[in-house]
């Protein structure tokens, strides 16, 4: 017999007592550690990936449409130009192509707290990379809340999270412009009207922008799609300040279908239906112990210098590391034959001890582990 020293977190302990109380059995922990790291090698034989990254589910949130109401604000954007527009609490802003094939950047922020601002990175791990109607729009952390409700989205607007803004040094290298429409600057200079520079442009979220990557493993510019009336309606959840900017590099790439058309933004009144949805949506998603408010930070000032300075009287605080304990696991022959052959792919670590570690965790990513992406659902 053959025995093995397996160091598990506080925190993986937990999901092993978990196992272990789901399953039913009257087992020890380290008998547990050696049945699910071998239910997940029977896992990999049927042919699951080594890398688990755990099960999604939608976390649904039934309502009825919502009525809009009338119309508060309407702006044309001509081609190359952006505008910076206050959406509040339960109003909606539809973005519509005017004529069509014209993708357009987007920024948002909180109304009362710039900082806290639009997020791509969130909302792709949150909802998808191509969220769509009755999925959400985040902000960044350690806010992390929603921002948008997407009540509507044509099946034109494809969606480019991912990749960054057009900008001058784009276009310098690419092309040897360095002076060309582009929308950081268009986004920069829309926002300025409310005291924003340059420097708080964020990762664009880009409307009708139809890409893929190529076999060069870079992104390619397909052809747009978009239709004259195609639009977007997004739910807001709380004041904000809603940027949409048409691309300029349309010219250089088949963003535009290598021209620029118009587009317009509209922001429809709040309805007692639009409230009663954004309340629901606060309460389900909006209030989680995790996410944190300006009140919550150490230093709650913006800084009024760019210069980075240290603070002579600082103390770290970090959070505190879990607990480690080592749980020792009594193995086979045959069983030390299977660890020999994780440990043989380069994936399960060094030793036996890592090897079963991460076997047991994979196995709990893909039966404990359990994502709640939250949803609308409109009946």
């Not at 547990?32 to 080594?50: I, K």
């Not at 792709?124 to 997407?150: C, H, K, L, Y």
């Not at 999270?161 to 200079?189: K, S, Y």
């Not at 052959?341 to 991460?358: F, S």
Request: contains cysteine; aromatic residues 8%; hydrophobic residues 35%.
């Amino acid at each position: 017999m053959n025995v093995v020293d397996v160091e598990l977190y506080e925190t993986q302990l937990d999901l092993l007592d978990r196992a272990i109380q789901e399953g039913g059995r009257d087992e020890s922990r380290e008998e547990a550690v050696r049945r699910l790291a071998l239910d997940h090698v029977v896992d990999r034989l049927g042919g699951a990936s080594s890398y688990v990254g755990g099960r999604a589910k939608d976390d649904i949130l039934e309502s009825e449409s919502p009525s809009y109401g009338d119309e508060r604000t309407s702006v044309t954007l001509p081609p190359v130009t952006g505008k910076a527009l206050p959406v509040y609490r339960g109003e909606v802003l539809r973005i519509e192509q005017l004529a069509g094939g014209q993708c357009v950047d987007f920024n948002a922020f909180n109304l009362h707290d710039y900082k806290e601002f639009l997020d791509c990175g969130f909302t792709r791990s949150f909802q998808s990379f191509d969220p769509r109607q009755g999925e959400f729009i985040w902000t960044n952390a350690p806010r992390g809340r929603p921002m948008f409700a997407i009540l509507h989205i044509a099946d034109t607007c494809e969606l480019d999270i991912v990749g960054h803004r057009c900008n001058r040094i784009f276009e310098e290298l690419g092309w040897d412009m360095p002076v060309h429409p582009n929308c950081q600057d268009t986004l920069a200079e829309s926002i300025r009207e409310y005291g924003l520079t340059p420097d708080d442009v964020h990762e664009s979220f880009n409307l009708w922008m139809s890409t893929d990557i190529g076999p060069d493993g870079r992104r390619q510019f397909k052809w747009n799609p978009a239709r004259k009336g195609d639009r977007i309606d997004l739910l807001a959840l709380f004041d904000l300040l809603a940027v949409a900017a048409t691309c300029g590099i349309g010219d250089l790439v088949g963003i535009n279908n290598y021209t620029f058309t118009p587009v317009a933004m509209q922001v429809f009144e709040a309805t007692a239906t639009t409230r009663g949805l954004v309340e629901a949506i606060e309460e389900r998603w909006g209030r989680l112990p995790s996410q944190q408010r300006r009140e919550d930070f150490a230093v709650r000032d913006i800084q009024a210098s760019p210069e980075l300075i240290a603070d002579p009287d600082y103390t770290p605080s970090f959070l505190p590391l879990p607990g480690l304990e080592t749980v020792t696991v009594s193995l086979t022959e045959s069983d030390k034959v299977v660890v020999d052959g994780l440990l043989k792919t380069g994936v399960y670590g060094t030793t036996p001890g890592e090897a079963l570690r991460a076997a047991f965790m994979r196995w709990c990513n893909t039966n404990l582990t359990l994502v709640r992406r939250p949803k609308l659902l409109f009946t």
